[in-house]
């Protein structure tokens, strides 16, 4: 996984132009170059799948120049790190401690860090050979109901909603309405002052919705 990184970041810079890039676990002696430090492995979520979701984990560099002849250089693989969709670059000051672990002097640097991804085998389950579960659904029919009013009085206007029914509908004048549901469905009744959800009886039977009177 490191050798991966590690090529795909020299294969990257040379793309660029950059041809002389030196790593952490390298000599920094011969001609100067951007040196690659590998500070630290960072922890990143796991991507929303279907299957298995991949391992995967961020490789923290600091980037740095070996000399002041190839600052350019640096900037420029600055430039072109934060127009990279897979890397991410972090700027800032870097901390004297850090300096001083290194054993270098303070001088220009970024941090990058590039992403990796290790795919994971899917597990194939057996396919059941007993204990089979067979799953129905309850029939879908034409449901008539009443919406009243705490009176008893029919309440004409209000809202029906429901899952699956689309398009909100209206009681009539008569505050009767149509739905098409199964008995485990449940409409949504809604008036300028209430709102109130309600089951069809089962077994069908009058289906009427009462509105309490309003407090």
Known sequence: MFDHVTQQLT??????GLDAVQFSDTPTEGAPSVRFTLLGLLPMPAPRTLGR???RVKFRYLVTCTDVSVRE???QLLISAMQEPEFQVELGDVAPELWLA???PPQPA???LVPVTVPLAETVAPFPT??????TSSPATLRRGRVVGGDGQAVAGARITMDGLGEAIYTDRSGQ????SRPEDAVQVMTP???VQAHPPHPPADWQIPLLPPK
């Open 11 to 16: 294969g990257w810079a040379a793309a660029r």
């Open 53 to 55: 979701a991949p391992l």
């Open 73 to 75: 250089q640096l900037g």
């Open 102 to 104: 290194l054993g270098w």
């Open 110 to 112: 970024f941090f990058l």
């Open 130 to 135: 007993r204990h089979a579960i067979h799953v």
């Open 177 to 180: 309405f149509e739905v098409v």
């Open 193 to 195: 002052h209430q709102h």
